[in-house]
């Protein structure tokens, strides 16, 4: 009998609280009459979409009441209200989770209200039956029961009346998407004006000035040709030295752009070469791509490439994943794990360092371009860096074989 009215009481208070956002949805009622005389006049269309955000923040406090008391939650598809004011209000009259929201406002007031009724109703009768069936009788309360029945009911159909429709779920999924492309172009556009000023700052610095220096070596030996052979001489070959320099330069840029090894010896034969240098001792293992190192499976010798694009993109993973380990984790040993699935090429990178490497926008200049490099290939980045280690670095990137 304790535990019944223990019970009880906490599903008197759930219907309390739901008889108290019936009020607010009655008191909505008149926000919504207010909003659509506003909004009919043109110049209070501003109201709109605030009050729809108020329509959908009593709409929440629902969803999150309901899913404490069935353990469940209740999910929400909404269409963002951003933009300019037109395109709010636009958003806010289309959206179909609006006109969902609104009939459950008008059943809550009176489901709401009703179910609360009735447990008052039945707080009284329910205490004499089962005072007398388990005092006299011995058995367990069958009518207290009933009121957590009602507070079950009233969940049930909040439950029903807020569950997104497919059409609200399609829409608000198709809103995420475009905001996830939009901001996915804008770290590639940012990817994209950061690569060309490093271009332009290393043709500056390095290969321009070297071309500089050999057309003035170029001319002083011009100058001294007649007159002096030997110093003539001497410029020619500080000017051969410039010119060597200046080519290594160039190399180095377009190693920058598109390692040339990628194009010679696939993603494979690069992320090899790069684990040579690379300082540390860097285990690279190769599953169903081209790899034509000595010694491997024949049937991965004629196993397809990846597109240029994912093949540059997870060569430069490797390459900032594997500079990162041996600049910052102390490690001495990594391992790169190439995989072709299905639908995508996946790329590992572990190290055995002391890990602490921060993932988002704050994980430093390396990681967020690497972040943003694959995002514009529509691809994903976890990283695993606990301290104490290890680092793990994992890249899928979507690509058609």
Known sequence: MRDAIKDSGRASLHLLRGAAIAILCCLMAGVALFTAFLTATVIGAGVLPESVLLLRRLAGWERSRTAAWTGTPVPEAYLPLEGPLPARVRTAVTDPATGQDLIWAGAQFLYGLALWYASLVLWLPALLVDGVVTGLAGRRPVALPLIGRLADLGAEWSRTLLTPTPAATRAAALAARVEQLTATRAGAI????????????????????????????????????????????????????????????????????????????????????????????????????????????????????????????????????????????????????????????????????????????????????????????????????????????????????
């Not at 090894?261 to 860097?282: H, M, N, P, Q, Y």
Request: charge should be negative.
């Open 190 to 401: 940012a990817a994209h004006g950061a690569e060309l000023r490093r271009i332009e700052r290393d043709l500056h610095d390095g290969a321009q000035a070297h071309l500089v220096a050999l057309s003035m070596r170029i001319g002083l030996a011009k100058r001294a040709y007649d007159s002096d052979p030997a110093t003539a001489r001497k410029l020619l070959d500080d000017a051969q030295t410039q010119a060597e320099e200046a080519l290594a330069e160039l190399r180095h840029v377009v190693r920058g752009i598109h390692p040339p090894i990628l194009t010679d010896r696939g993603l494979t034969g690069a992320v090899r070469a790069l684990a040579a240098s690379s300082g540390l001792e860097v285990q690279v293992t190769v599953t169903g791509l081209a790899d034509h190192t000595p010694g491997d499976r024949p049937e991965h010798l004629d196993a397809p490439r990846a597109p240029a694009a994912v093949e540059a993109a997870a060569y430069f993973v490797v390459a900032e994943a594997l500079t990162n380990a041996a600049k910052h984790s102390g490690a001495t040993r990594a391992s790169v794990a190439l995989t072709r699935e299905p639908t995508a090429l996946h790329a590992r990178v572990a190290d055995e360092g002391r890990g602490g490497a921060e993932a988002g926008e704050s994980g430093g200049s390396g990681l967020v371009g690497m972040r943003r490099r694959v995002a514009a290939l529509d691809g994903t980045v976890r990283l695993t860096s606990p301290e104490g280690g290890p680092t793990v670095i994992e890249v899928e990137l979507p690509c058609v074989w």
